[in-house]
């Protein structure tokens, strides 16, 4: 497994995580809003995500290893990302 399939799978994590947070935050917004509200969450939902930087990855990756799971990141298996 080599180190680029790894960092790519954790981006990928980072990518749906980032949708599911995005996802929630918009529901509740429109959970307590009122009609004349609910504009700026649908521009919020058409809004280009950020691509993410090697630094902020490698950022992740870090942080995940002192927290005592470098293990589980080295042996977790990775897809290509296109």
Same mark, same amino acid.
């Given at each position: 497994m080599s180190k680029m399939s790894d960092i790519a799978m954790t981006i990928e994590e980072l990518r749906n995580a980032a949708a599911a947070i995005n996802e929630a935050a918009n529901w509740l917004a429109a959970q307590f809003s009122s009609d004349a509200d609910a504009t700026p969450v649908a521009e919020a $939902? &058409?809004? $280009? $995500?950020? !691509? +993410? &930087? +090697? !630094?902020e990855v490698r950022a992740v990756l870090a942080e995940k290893s002192r927290a005592g799971h470098t293990a589980a990141i080295r042996t977790f298996d990775f897809v290509k990302i296109s």
């Amino acid at each position: 497994m080599s180190k680029m399939s790894d960092i790519a799978m954790t981006i990928e994590e980072l990518r749906n995580a980032a949708a599911a947070i995005n996802e929630a935050a918009n529901w509740l917004a429109a959970q307590f809003s009122s009609d004349a509200d609910a504009t700026p969450v649908a521009e919020a $939902k &058409t809004e $280009k $995500k950020p !691509e +993410l &930087t +090697l !630094e902020e990855v490698r950022a992740v990756l870090a942080e995940k290893s002192r927290a005592g799971h470098t293990a589980a990141i080295r042996t977790f298996d990775f897809v290509k990302i296109s």
